[in-house]
């Protein structure tokens, strides 16, 4: 059989809630019916700026909790872009946040307005990381927006419901404006991308 | 030098809060200049009233970010505790809630009333989890309340934060009706527990 581990990593600082993003997108997958692990590693060079948090999923169990190789990164800023980059699969996608990203090590890249977005569409720069989510959601293609939605609602308080599932909603509209098949491939053929 | 890999895991059904116990302990860990690693799996099983979460501390980087063998383990029911019981170190302690928990596998177990305590003397059940977190933060002896604290106040919603230090305190009250010391200890010697 062949592997469907599929890895994704989220990178920011720390009170940009890339925990919080990967523990509802974890629980969405749950739903899904995956198996999962979730992870978050940190140093003390956790307190400067830039953090990550990690989610393996697979149909089958897993056995190495941690990322491997990833298929996505979705980074929040780019002192967490520049720390986490390695270990990108050839054909994995990169997402970022056009506010806190300048500089881009890769062209399988997409640069969304996340905090822009929570801000100024939805009056609270808090949610970016829920916005992000939706966006990452949708192009992964791992998780439907329902079970996202049903995680968001059951991971923050009923008073931030309704705005976490807009930002979610939000998000994942913002990521229906690109699109990945377009994305330049990697020359590497896919057998060896699954090395 | 000697491995001082500390080993937490977390038990409890899905609403009991126990991912979110895990976080803040970790972010108290981080806090107090450990490394940290912190992880939850889930397979399907985790919609059937149990899940866990563990956290993993050391001076140095963590090679392994999974629990090994559990130095501590917090159970906030008896699913959970059957469940993950294993990988006990025979020095290990095992921690958990008079609400839900009947049966202990080991003499070395304290039951403390969390989900009561919350309930009746917090008025509100849903910090069971943080009552429980204040007696292991206590009871572990790796992290500081002013951490615990600080972090607790980090990851909840600013309008929560008084209850949700109030439970961490009450929690830290209630370890102090117990001693470690006067648990029983396991007849195996301290250099055989450490492998």
Known sequence: MKDDRYEIRFGGSGGQGII??????????????YHVCQTQSYGPEARGGKSKAEVIISQSEIDYPKVIKMDLFLAMNQAALDAYFFDFKPNGILISDA??????????????????????????????????????????DKVSMPALEKAVSAKVPAKFRELNVEALRAGAKAADTVDVSLLPRSIVSDEEAEV
Chains 1, 2 share one sequence.
């Not at 523990?23 to 899904?32: C, D, L, N, R, S």
């Open 20 to 33: 919080l993003a990967a523990v509802i997108f974890a629980e969405a997958a749950v739903y899904e019916g």
């Open 99 to 140: 506010t806190f990203v300048e500089q881009l090590p890769t062209s399988r890249a997409f640069v969304l307005p996340f905090t822009r977005i929570a801000r100024d569409d939805l009056g609270k720069e808090i949610v970016a990381n829920i916005v992000a989510l939706g966006a990452v959601g949708r192009l992964c």
